[in-house]
C-alpha cells in the first residue's frame, strides 16, 4: 500500500472524527430551544435529533458536498493536496476543540473551510482557492443569520397577532407539541447542509490522491460514492447523540428566555433558511442560522433588551474569527508537516 493510500485513508478517518465532533459541537443548534422550554429531556433531545440528522441524506441532493470539494484547486499528480486536506481537517477540529471547551458556538462549517482555505493557501499560494465557492459561504456568514432573525421575527409577530385572543396556558400547551415537529425540521436542515460538508472533503482527498476521477458524481445511489454518505451522515447522528451541554447553556438559556411559541418560531425560521441554502448548495452556518432566530425572536415583543445583547456581541466576534483562526492553525499544521515530508 502507498503512502498517498494510507494518507488518503487517515485523512478520510480524520474527516468522520471530525463530522462527529461537528454533531457534538453543534447539537446546541438542533436542541436548545426544545431543551430550554422544557420541551424534551436533554437525553431524549439529543435522540430526536441525531435521527432526524441521519434522515436529511435521503432529502436533499449533495450540491453542498460539490461546493466544499472545489473550495480549493485540486491536481490529483501531486500528492501533496493530500496533505493540504489533512492539515486543513486538523486545523478545523482544534479549533471546533477549544471553542467547545469555551462554549461559544462558533461554525464547525466555517472552520473546516477556514481550515480547507488556509492549507491550501500555505501550499500553493492564493490563487489556490476558488472565490466564486469562498465568496459565497463568506457572503452567507452575515446573511444566515440576517435571514434567520428576519423570518423569526416576522414569524413571532405573526404569531402573537392570530393568536393575541388565546389562553397563554393553551398556546403553552399547542406549542409544545408543535415544537417536536420543528426541532425535527432544523435537525433535518442541520443534517442536510453540514453533513455533506464533510462528504465534500472526502471526495477532494480521493481526487487528490487519485482514487476517484474528478468528474465523479457524488450520490447515493452511485456504488463508489454512497459509503460517503451513508458514514458522513451516521457520524453526525452519532456526534449530536452525544451532545453538547456547554454550547447548549449558551444558545437555549443565555441569549434569551424561550417559551414553547417562542422556540417553534425560531426553529422553523431557521429550518427554512437552512433548506434554502442547501438547495442552492451553498454551505451555512447551522450555529449562524439558529443564532439570528433565537435573536429574532426575543426581538419580537418590541423589548430588544429581552435579548442578552453582551452574549449576543461575544458569538458574533467568535464568528468574525473562526474562518482566519482555522485557516491559520491549519496553515501551521501544513508548513509542520510539509516539513516532515519534505514536499
Known sequence: MSTTVILVIVTIAV????????????????????????????QVAVLWAAFFNFV???????????????????????????????AGLVGAV???????WWGLP???????????????????????????KLGDTIKFIFIAPLLGFVLAFVLMLSVYWLLR???????????????LFSAALYSI??????????????MAVLFAGGLLPAETKLSLFNAKTSWIVLSCNAAMGLGTALGGWRIV??????????????????????AITLFMATH?????????????????????????????????????????FTIPAAAIVAAGCYWASARMAHL
Open 280 to 320: 442552492l448548495g451553498i454551505p451555512v452556518s447551522t450555529t449562524h442560522t439558529i443564532t439570528g432566530s433565537i435573536v429574532g425572536v426575543g426581538s419580537a415583543g418590541g423589548r430588544l433588551s429581552a435579548v442578552k445583547w453582551g452574549v449576543a456581541g461575544r458569538i458574533v466576534w467568535a464568528w468574525l
Open 165 to 179: 385572543n388565546w389562553r397563554p396556558a393553551k398556546v403553552d400547551r399547542r406549542f409544545r407539541r408543535a415544537q
Open 249 to 270: 447553556r449558551t444558545m437555549g438559556m443565555k441569549l434569551t428566555r424561550l417559551k414553547p411559541v417562542g422556540g417553534f418560531c425560531a426553529e422553523t425560521a431557521g
Open 189 to 202: 436542515g442541520h443534517g442536510g447542509n453540514d453533513a455533506q460538508k464533510t462528504m465534500g472533503i472526502i
Open 15 to 42: 474527516a468522520l472524527i471530525f463530522d462527529a465532533i461537528n454533531g457534538f459541537h453543534d447539537a446546541a443548534n438542533s436542541i436548545a430551544t426544545v431543551v430550554s422550554t422544557r420541551v424534551l429531556k436533554p
Open 106 to 132: 462558533t461554525s464547525s462549517s466555517h472552520a473546516l473551510i477556514g481550515g480547507f482555505a488556509g492549507a491550501g493557501v500555505a501550499h500553493a499560494g492564493w490563487h489556490a482557492l476558488r472565490w466564486d
Open 94 to 100: 482544534l479549533w471546533d476543540l477549544v471553542t467547545w
Open 56 to 86: 436529511a441524506m435521503f432529502l436533499f441532493a449533495p450540491k453542498v458536498a460539490d461546493t466544499v470539494s472545489k473550495i480549493v484547486f485540486i491536481k490529483a499528480d501531486d500528492p501533496a493536496y493530500v496533505y493540504v486536506i489533512l
